[in-house]
C-alpha cells in the first residue's frame, strides 16, 4: 500500500508593492498607455515576488496576498493608473502568474487607499476608501502623492503584530520604507512569519540590510 505524504498548509506571505516604483521599472510611457504599463508591472512583480519567495525558502509553499499602494485618487476622482490597475487586476490569470510552483498568488488584491487596520467609520462615504486625494498639486500643474509612503509603512508594522505568522515583502526602490522592515523584522523575530525587502538596487550604502535585502 502507498503511503500518502500530507502536503504542509501554504504560508500566507503579504507583498507590500510600492507601485509608482514598479510602473517606473517598466520602462514604459504612462502618459501614453497606462494599461500597457500596469499590465507589464503586474505581472513583472508577481514574477520577482514569486521567483524572490522560492529562492529564499525553497522548502515552503506559499500563498501571496497582493497590495498595491500609489497615489490612487486626485480629489475624490480615481486617477488613470486606478483605472488601469484594476483593469489588468480585473483580468488576470492568477492560477499563471507565479512561475515558480511554490508559490500562488490570492486573486484578493488590495490597494493602499484602503488601510488593513483602520476603522471602517473612516471610510468615505461614496468611495468607501480611507484616503482619496492622495494625489495633489504642488507649484502649477506639477502633481505629488501624499499619504502613500506612511499609508505603506502603517500597513507593514499593524500586519507584523496582527499576522505573526505571516512572511512581509516589501517590493520598492526607495529608502523611506526601510524603517518600517526593521520594525516587522524586530516584531516578527520571536515568530515564523520573516520581513524582507525586495528591490533592483543591491546597494545598502550606510543601511543594515543583511538577510533583509533580496536584489534581482
Avoid at 508577481?46 to 496576498?65: D, G, N, Q, W
Avoid at 493602499?112 to 504642488?138: F, I, Q, Y
Amino acid at each position: 500500500m502507498s503511503k500518502i505524504v500530507a502536503r504542509s498548509p501554504a504560508v500566507e506571505a503579504v507583498a507590500f508593492v510600492d507601485w509608482n516604483s514598479q510602473l517606473l521599472l517598466t520602462g514604459r510611457n504612462l502618459q501614453f498607455d497606462p494599461e500597457a504599463a500596469a499590465k507589464s508591472a503586474f505581472e513583472q512583480t508577481t514574477r520577482r515576488i514569486a521567483s524572490c519567495l522560492s529562492s529564499v525558502a525553497p522548502e515552503l509553499r506559499f500563498r501571496v496576498v497582493l497590495r498595491l499602494y500609489h497615489g490612487w485618487h486626485k480629489g475624490y476622482e480615481p486617477t488613470a493608473n486606478r483605472k488601469a490597475a484594476k483593469v489588468v487586476v480585473g483580468r488576470a490569470d492568477f492560477s499563471t502568474l507565479s512561475p515558480k510552483p511554490n508559490v500562488i498568488f490570492s486573486p484578493n488584491v488590495g490597494f493602499g487607499d484602503r488601510l488593513t487596520a483602520s476603522l471602517d467609520r473612516r471610510l468615505h462615504a461614496r468611495l468607501a476608501v480611507h484616503l482619496p486625494n492622495t494625489v495633489r498639486k504642488r507649484y502649477g500643474d506639477e502633481l505629488e502623492e501624499k499619504m502613500v509612503d506612511t499609508a505603506l509603512v502603517a500597513d507593514v508594522v499593524s500586519t507584523a503584530y496582527r499576522e505573526p505568522q505571516d512572511w512581509i515583502v516589501v517590493v520598492t526602490e526607495d529608502d523611506d520604507l526601510i524603517p518600517s522592515i526593521y520594525v516587522a523584522e524586530a516584531v516578527l523575530a520571536a515568530s515564523t512569519g520573516r520581513a524582507v525587502l525586495l528591490r533592483k538596487r543591491n546597494h545598502m550604502g550606510m543601511l543594515s540590510l543583511d538577510d533583509l535585502l533580496i536584489a534581482d
